[in-house]
């Protein structure tokens, strides 16, 4: 079993919104339903037909719970990075056939291979909420109650909306609560492999040239939805632009944001300096330098921990840069001026501050109290440091048994209704699992625990259970049948009675350690998310009326329109082009010695001189994105697809708290390397003349 | 420039000596002084006389600040480890003879190559002065002032001796300052490169194998000692056996490990384990991730990055494995029942206890304090976590001119008078320094630095200057000028005001930190140390009182003789043999699929039908060792060279605080195979014959 992952800045489950405070230039990851029609009037000269929107919603794809995609023809056809297919294109593969290494390519319908648990998901329709949500709260509720209430208030709304419409629902909270929405999906389970390049060409300069510019890669794969058994119709997709991106040219990008934290208070961007960054990054060293040693072992345990790897690589290399804009006190200083402007605006009108309180003040309190518990809480509870895959499984049937036995409205949310197949489907996914590399997470995982929280920690004696690290793993991957499906199904539908009686090891440690989870979430929602959702709706608030309407939300890993301009930049020491090609992959792969990560795949070698060199291969350009974008088409006025967005640079990493346009670009592929390789390298002339002419072969 | 490292278990500054509780089977570090001659006679027969122990004393060598090796020829060739001397290889490398890469081998004296910076030391006399030193101290002294005293009475003892003798002198504390020892060197410093193998075969197997057995690595390297430009006359050196070790042989170990902390109390482990070892493991840990980006981006960085790399994953082998260890209960309540025996033992007599006091209680006092100011002492103090090789530079030149300027008695110890000539001749060091590598070195410290005590602390706001990392670094490297060994010295004789007008950038940087590094350390050797060193010397007495003297003192980095046996073990699922042999490690190779790091050199390759595969390479034995004691010869009882120790296996890691002869062996390179090499393998038939007749050709 592996892990979900993205490459860019992944984002956890628990998400922060928050909105900007000044808007300017291609700044924005905007509403569908609201878009800055004047700014592209007014910089650009495009108004935005309504037909034009929804054609833009409905081709656009959300891939499984961390990435963006699109529809690029009328017969299901998927288009999204390699790396956000990567999880399962590697779990396809096996000793025998390794598709991550060598790549894959179905000529026929009938070659495409079924994926093992992927949800595709399309935005159909967006219904406001915001009055149905908010009668749920009376004035003299506590943030607490009033959390509750909505949450209760959402669970209604949504089983409504399922029995209604037929479609998937989804409340989305914007502006921090002062907007509701209602987001009915149509949903794709049955999902097959159609091609994926070598991760050689799709991720070629590595972790080295991760978050860097210029840039050479391949970082593309295909997908096709299906219904019924036959690929699902689409009559929304985005064609393929013949003449691909220029430089200057206004481009969109429609996809998943998953996290931003603009509106973050200054002591809540220390928090996460001094804190949250420290511990997470903390975890992902351990975990990179264990997986070289695992690697190394051999060519088997190469193969299964690659994609660990890459996802522990990218996400220390994006928490990393993160770190380094918050240390860098200039960039702090006007996060600073900001908030005492905004501290002055409210101070400045009674009503407004009798209304608002101190927001920020009450907010810094609960940061003050939250390192307290957050390392023990962020250890059970944050599913990118899970113990290993089996035991994530044995947390998810105990936890589970005991949500689902209560009303829809008092449970975590991952376990209400309208989220319920998505985790059910989690739950019993067929990903394949490696008992090597879940006894070496296990390892890692314990030792984690006793590195970050002391030896005589009751977490970690409970699980280390007095034995040592090795012999602990050992027993505990011995001692699970959870790699059987049927098993965990067997426990699952058994309920509260099956789970208590297990003698599943791994159910045991899980048992042993959800009290102590459960507290820790428990006071973390109770103590630090009720005051920190309060406060920031407050605070969104209070920059609604300074700055009035001209603003976007946060990401939400919900759909955005981006827009921009292909563009390049300055560095100190040079002029950075918006544009790379073909020839520029092969120089690069030349004055690096063709050596790992700069090695080139065979296929590419003796493509060379079929290639037209000249074909822009990577392209930058000023969109606001952030982690979950990763996938997302980039588009032209005629909504073309032009390219696909697979990164931003390392000037981008500090969007995740304040956007910037001078030297920070999103990264994609350019539409013309993607069609040069399929016809000349691969040899998948149908699928490039699918995406050209929209029909199968 | 770059750092002083061993395999093994590395040691810091901080020494914190201690003594055993029980002695068994073949534990112990024996002083030349004070060898188990009972013990040697009853299970081993054997009576070695003062000529023997003289012998093997002046024929064994103390290699630079952290290593071991013997003087093996009459003509000053000294054996020790490759990964001892890697350093100096390096060092006498650049981007054309890349020497750790393919080697080195001087067939003529002419060709030998002179190394930049490297102390041997012979320890040619012992006399005690337990009485002189205590002398110093009288009864009414708080500890901090009697160890004040006795720090005086030391320099005092040092500066007589060496004015008497001509020798290098030093008080060794041992048994936590029941006993003080003056140890007299003779030392040399001019020191040439004779022989070293491929690091491919030296370290075959890599981080991978590192601290494991069965193993297969030519971990060995030969130097010449020089005196007035001739080979060294060195009468006292160890003849090679024809023979080599067998199984079940008595064996002996002279060598100087490092520390050992075998009598630290169950409070201190637990500091170990829960704030130690989980600080410089997170310091490790980023660092290894960055080495690797580092090197991947250059060959010429990969060479240049290589010497880190292996000292940093060595270190995270070693630290990750003893944390394992202490995570253990059950060795931990081994260690719980031993001191509440000691415990009761002390309050079992009123005269005893009134003498001694709560050792135990005042030493967990202290260290319940220690974790309120250790991350900051430990990040500005620990030689380990400078931020960079030029900054360690400035930072002694700062620190030196202030020390020096103090009467002997009142410095910090390493620049008391007997320790300057070490201290100058690193801070004059020739070797290289790489501004490429340094630049990066200071990235990766001042992100530790921001990680580890947030980015409002003081140090890490005066490390930034209010600049982000990127910048800093850069200013800070393009801003100094100690690389140039003629300008360091002008600063350090300059004196106090040279450094105070000094407009280096790096001298600015260290001048603004040295006041908080000083405090740190005051409070260090104030609050802790001092009641440590207090402590451990009356837990070391009643622990006297209890075992009576067949104890040896923990290990101090000075001169100890080990005696054991070549012996195989049993691992639950396989027995372990006491040997390898050639034919081994080219099926070990094979069954790697030679890939790195099971890659072997071409050499190796090519001779492999010359080759007698069934000489034994590697082997084990159960003789008592720690970091420190890589390079030491392993001899049989006529003094004869049978190997050369270079690790220990992964279930010696807990040797740091208890033995343990039941799985933990020490790893031996065999004579036999070094002979083997030298002649059919490196063609260096005239090393070898100096070996096997003492005589240069």
């Given at each position: 079993m592996t892990m979900s992952r993205t490459r860019l800045l992944v984002f956890s489950l628990t998400m922060m919104p928050a909105v900007v405070s000044t808007v300017s230039a291609d700044e924005g990851m905007w509403l569908l339903n609201q878009l800055p029609r004047e700014k592209l009037e007014e910089k650009y000269g495009f108004s935005p037909s309504a037909a034009w929107v929804e054609h833009v919603q409905r081709s656009s794809v959300r891939f499984g719970r961390s990435g963006s995609a699109s529809f690029?023809?009328?017969?299901?056809l998927v288009m999204t990075n390699h790396h956000v297919a990567s999880d399962l294109i590697a779990d396809l593969s096996d000793g025998q056939r390794d598709y991550i290494r060598d790549g894959f390519y179905a000529a026929t319908l009938e070659k495409e291979l079924k994926c093992p648990h992927v949800e595709l998901a399309v935005l159909m329709k967006i219904e406001e909420v915001t009055d149905r949500v908010n009668?749920?709260?009376?004035?003299?509720?506590?943030p607490a109650a009033a959390q509750d209430a909505r949450k209760a208030a959402m669970a209604k709304v949504e089983q409504e909306a399922k029995s209604r419409t037929g479609l998937e629902p989804e409340v989305v909270t914007l502006y921090q609560g002062a907007r509701y929405d209602l987001y009915l999906y149509k949903k794709y389970t049955d999902v097959r492999l159609v091609m994926a390049p070598e991760q050689g060409i799709a991720f070629f300069g590595g972790d080295l040239d991760?978050?860097?510019?210029?840039r050479f890669d391949l970082d593309v794969a295909f997908v096709r939805a299906y219904e019924n058994g036959r690929p699902a119709k689409t009559t929304d997709y985005l064609k393929w632009s013949p003449a691909g991106a220029k430089p200057n040219e206004l481009v969109f990008i429609s996809g998943?944001?998953?996290?931003?934290?603009?509106?973050?208070?200054v002591e809540h961007l220390c928090f996460l300096r001094d804190v949250h960054l420290p511990l997470i990054l903390d975890c992902y060293n351990q975990r990179e330098v264990a997986l070289h040693q695992f690697r190394a072992d051999s060519p088997e345990n190469a193969r299964i921990g690659n994609e660990d790897l890459l996802y522990v690589q990218n996400g220390r290399k994006a928490y990393g840069g993160i770190l380094r804009g918050l240390l860098d006190e200039a960039l702090l200083g006007r996060k600073i001026a900001a908030q005492q402007s905004l501290r002055r605006f409210i101070q400045a009108d009674e009503e407004r501050q009798a209304e608002l309180g101190d927001a920020h003040g009450r907010l810094a309190e609960a940061l003050k109290a939250l390192p307290s518990f957050y390392s023990e809480y962020f250890l059970l509870e944050n599913r990118r440091v899970q113990l290993c895959g089996l035991f994530d499984i044995a947390k998810k049937i105990v936890r589970g048994v005991e949500e689902t036995s209560r009303p829809d409205g008092e449970r975590y949310s991952e376990f209400r209704d309208a989220n319920l197949p998505s985790f059910e489907a989690a739950l019993f996914s067929e990903a394949p699992i490696y008992p090597e590399l879940e006894r070496f997470r296990l390892q890692d995982g314990l030792v984690r625990l006793g590195r970050a929280l002391?030896?005589?920690h009751p977490i970690v004696r409970a699980a280390l259970g007095g034995q040592d690290v090795g012999a602990r793993a050992n027993d505990l991957i011995a001692g699970?049948?959870?790699?059987d499906i049927a098993y965990r199904r067997r426990l699952y539908e058994g309920g509260k009675a099956a789970v208590a009686e297990s003698d599943d090891a791994m159910i045991a440690l899980a048992r042993a350690l959800e009290p102590l989870a459960r507290r820790l979430r428990d006071q973390y929602e109770e103590e630090f998310e009720s005051v920190e959702t309060d406060a920031y709706a407050k605070i969104a608030r209070a920059q609604f009326e300074m700055y009035g309407e001209s603003v976007y939300p946060d990401a939400t890993f919900t759909l955005r329109l981006s827009l921009g301009t292909v563009l390049g930049y300055e560095e100190p020491d040079r002029s950075v082009p918006a544009m790379t090609t073909i020839r520029g992959l092969y120089e690069r792969a030349e004055a690096k010695g063709?050596?790992?990560?700069f090695q080139l795949p065979t296929s590419w070698v003796r493509a060379r001189d079929r290639l037209?060199?000249?074909?822009?291969m990577n392209f930058i350009c000023t969109n606001d994105i952030i982690g979950g974008n990763s996938g997302s088409p980039i588009f032209n006025r005629g909504t073309e697809i032009v390219g696909i967005v697979f990164d931003g640079n390392i000037?981008?990493?500090v969007w995740d708290f304040q956007f910037d346009q001078q030297r920070a670009r999103a990264v994609g592929v350019s539409s013309g390397a993607i069609l040069e390789a399929l016809g000349k390298?691969?040899?998948?002339e149908p699928l490039a003349r699918e995406l050209q002419s929209g029909a199968i072969d």
């Open positions: 690029v023809s009328p017969n299901g009668a749920s709260v009376s004035a003299d509720m506590s991760n978050f860097e510019y210029p998943h944001p998953g996290r931003t934290q603009r509106l973050n208070t002391g030896g005589g699970t049948k959870l790699a063709h050596q790992p990560p037209d060199l000249d074909v822009p000037h981008g990493l390298v691969y040899r998948a």
